[in-house]
């Protein structure tokens, strides 16, 4: 695994988000996949092999990150960071190393430090870990 000053990251969510998610639970559900609770427009299921699938409304997203306009940036993979302050180191190395920040490192109101940054082909990569 990368390390950045003897911290890691490891991809724990492939997040994708949907235009009409009663259509999407139901594509999804069909293919086995089962998904929890509904959070206010954010749904999770687990995978096999511990990942985690998340569905989430454009609302949501924008509920966060107002100025996000979908197009081809909606599917993204998250890394779960050590603790709060790894969000931080890896979001400053990533954009020290000329990457794209999309969302600069924040308290996020579920409980997550989070930051968003885009791949060189524009597909959002969050950094996230819990705050407590």
Known sequence: ?????GMTVQ????????????A??????????RFGNDFGGHWEAELPGGFRLTLDTEETIRSFHPAWRG???RMNLA????????VDTWYDELTAAGHHGELKPFDAFWGQRYAVLHD??????????PLS
């Not at 969510?13 to 235009?19: E, F, P, S, T």
């Not at 890394?79 to 790894?86: G, L, Q, S, V």
């Open 24 to 33: 999407s639970l139901d594509f999804y559900t069909r293919l086995g996949v």
């Open 79 to 86: 890394f779960r960071c050590p603790d709060p302050a790894a």
């Open 1 to 5: 695994m990368p390390t950045v000053d």
């Open 71 to 73: 197009g081809s940036g």
């Open 120 to 129: 060189p082909d524009g597909n959002g990569v969050d950094l996230y870990a």
């Open 11 to 22: 991809l724990d969510v492939i997040g994708l988000v949907v235009a009409d998610p009663a």
